[in-house]
């Protein structure tokens, strides 16, 4: 294991501390929330470390989305960005080429058919890869109803010719998928204005709707230009990153995550944004739902790697959803909306949700 487990004895410590306790029950029970808050940030961080793609404010969040994508079951993320940000292309293509049967590059720039396409992706679901849909809004018509269908029923449509006779079968397909789009005219306008950026996103909102997770990016500021420039990059640690990736996807195979039901607040969060509809990019769904148990239970398995000396009991009897991973997974979705909301705007309305 490459993760950091020191601070698991002091989970053991405050967990017996408070143990026939009843009245320290909440104290210790934050203090344990906050620790392991600590450690599943730590292991964002350290695989956000192991890209060797600088990491700004903006692109941090997708290397971190990038790890959800491997330990969820079902989670589709559209990310918006301008060219030559590190965010979509350079990206993909660097984890395409470290683990090429894990992970699957389409683009929409390219001569793509429907047929090629449908191909590539029941080869994903076969390995339970993740597919990368570089450059998305370029796609043909006929390439984009199949991703729909992908998103939307977990299906391709397979259509043979017996003679005289036409043959119609769907094949169910289970993979993560991570499109990427341009902003019209390539660069947001007016970033951070919210009207002005739905005008600008260039994806069929019937389509925009089946994605779990939208995500803007924005281009660099000048500060950012100027770290970027001076980097003289790093040499990376092949066979560790690679370690870290399988890791996540074993954890993804191995541990069944138990969800008993959706806590209260979960609820009152989903109804809180859906009032506040008009300050988001993109419309409130029961997709989102999904998004945030799917968050959830992502979370839950890699809280498994934070105790080793339990993951084998974890595998054999999976690991329930608990509120400490409901409420990091809130705390992930609320750093997609303030990765383009004004700040005055989600203090308002969503900074204590």
Known sequence: MFFPFNKLKTIDSVTSLHHGHQGLTNTFTIIIIIIIFMDLKTILDGFSESIPIKTTK???????????LLVCDRLNVF????????????????????????FFLISGTGSITKAGVRDRIVEVGRRKGLLFFDEVHNA?????????????????????KMGFRTITSDIQVYCNILATAN????YWTMYGDIN????????????MRRFHL??????????????????MG?????????????????????????????????????????????????PVTPELKVAITELAKGTARLSTLLNPKKYKEYVEKGIVIKDEHWKFAIEFFNRTLKQYMPENIFNKYFKNL
């Open 58 to 68: 903006n692109i941090k969040i997708i290397k971190d989305v990038l790890v959800y």
């Open 79 to 102: 990310v918006i960005a301008p060219p030559s940000v590190g965010a979509k292309s350079s990206m993909s293509r660097f984890f395409v080429d470290i683990i090429p049967d894990r």
């Open 140 to 160: 043909p018509p006929d390439v984009k109803k199949l991703l729909y269908d992908l998103l939307q029923f977990h299906r391709v449509q397979i259509i043979k």
């Open 183 to 186: 902003p019209i005219d390539s």
């Open 196 to 207: 002005k950026m739905k005008e600008q996103i260039p994806l069929d909102q019937v389509i």
């Open 214 to 231: 939208v995500i803007p990016v924005d281009d660099y500021n000048l500060k950012e230009f100027g770290e970027i420039c001076s980097d």
């Open 234 to 282: 790093k040499n990376i640690n092949k066979e560790e990153l690679i370690n870290k990736i399988e890791t996540f996807i074993k954890a993804s195979k191995e541990i069944e995550v138990i969800q008993k039901e959706i806590p209260k607040y979960v609820v009152d969060y989903l109804m809180k944004l859906k009032e506040n509809n008009d300050y988001l990019l993109f």
